[in-house]
């Protein structure tokens, strides 16, 4: 799928929104979609997100998912317009509120030791509310309750996070020590991870898709599905994503350390972060935006931080 063109985005949207949009440029950001941003002549910018035609359920998973967390209190966007069908634009486009801020990964660097602590304090706040939605229906993510393509153990998450990762490494990569380490740990842990109860966490909510503005957390922006399993994934995920652009992430560490107590968790969360590192390094089939090059500085330390956390959490 090529990208859409500004042009055909500021017609889309004019269709949509019956508003002129004067301006649009895409975001480099995202794996799954194209993002645009939108002006309108009337002053108002707006975000745009395309897809895939066998990816339109994301939209619809995201309208869905945005009422049940606006509803527990946890800042979300608000769905301006969609279209599934491909009929203002070749492919299904959705478009959102534009709430202020930049992603967490981006902004990380400048933020002082108190809007640090800030923004922790407000991830332990939204993932307290979003515990307040009901068990899922099982393991994973899913575009609603109803939403049956679940896994029945925690475990079985993670194997396919993992065995879809290393199916798109080359033959001498899955080779590597990490991949067998983490291969090991996650069977010697998987009576501890299938323990874990079917509880809701924000999928996407890690180093990226948390928007943050003057040291406090705006938006989550990523909605597409909801997880349900262990809090601590998404967590392991910004560790990953921060670490590999930066010498810290102290920040994720303070919003994790409640959930890592107890026998085997911090090998837990070493262990989410392998394999975050591990996916972020892989060519994934729907992805719009190939993994970071081996030899660019993010690549060079995923690589790096893949070797030291599958390191961690097997500790034979």
């Known amino acids: 799928m090529k990208p859409p063109t500004e042009q055909a985005v500021l017609q889309a949207t004019s269709r949509c929104l019956r508003e002129e949009a004067v301006t649009a440029h895409r975001i480099p950001t995202g794996r799954s979609h194209f993002v645009f941003t939108v ?28 009422r049940q967390l606006a509803g527990v209190g946890v800042p979300v966007p608000r769905v301006l317009s969609m279209d599934l069908s491909g009929t203002v634009l070749p492919w299904p486009i959705m478009f959102l509120e534009k709430a202020p801020g930049n ?108 928007l943050v503005d003057g040291g406090r957390v705006t938006a989550i922006v ?21 670490l590999a652009r930066g010498p810290e992430a102290d920040c994720i560490e303070q919003v994790a350390a409640p959930l890592c107590v107890g026998p085997n968790r911090q090998r837990i969360f070493d262990l989410y972060s392998a394999i975050a590192c591990l996916k972020m390094l892989a060519s994934s089939p729907l992805s719009v935006a190939g993994p970071p090059a081996a030899y660019s500085q993010i690549g060079a330390r995923l690589q790096t931080l893949l070797d030291v956390f599958a390191a961690a959490a097997y500790k034979e």
């Open 103 to 210: 992603d967490l990964c981006n902004v990380y660097a400048d933020l002082t030791a108190a809007e640090k602590r800030s923004v922790a304090d407000d991830l332990l706040g939204i993932q307290h509310r979003v515990r307040g939605l009901p068990r899922g229906p099982g393991y994973g993510g899913v575009a609603s309750y109803g939403d049956l393509r679940c896994h029945p153990c925690w475990s079985d998450v993670l194997w396919e996070y993992f065995t879809g990762a290393i199916d798109q490494l080359t033959p001498l990569q899955r080779q590597a020590p990490a991949i067998g380490q983490i291969r090991r740990t996650i069977r010697e842990l998987r009576p501890e991870l299938d323990s874990i109860s079917p509880l809701p966490y924000l999928i996407d909510a890690t180093h990226q898709n948390v």
């Open 39 to 66: 002006e309108l002549a009337s002053g108002e910018c707006l975000i745009a997100r395309i897809t895939r035609h066998d990816r339109a359920e994301c939209f619809a998973g995201f309208a869905y998912w945005r």
């Open 222 to 242: 990523d909605l597409d599905e909801l997880g349900f399993g262990d809090a601590l994934y998404p967590l392991g995920v910004a560790r990953a994503g921060l």
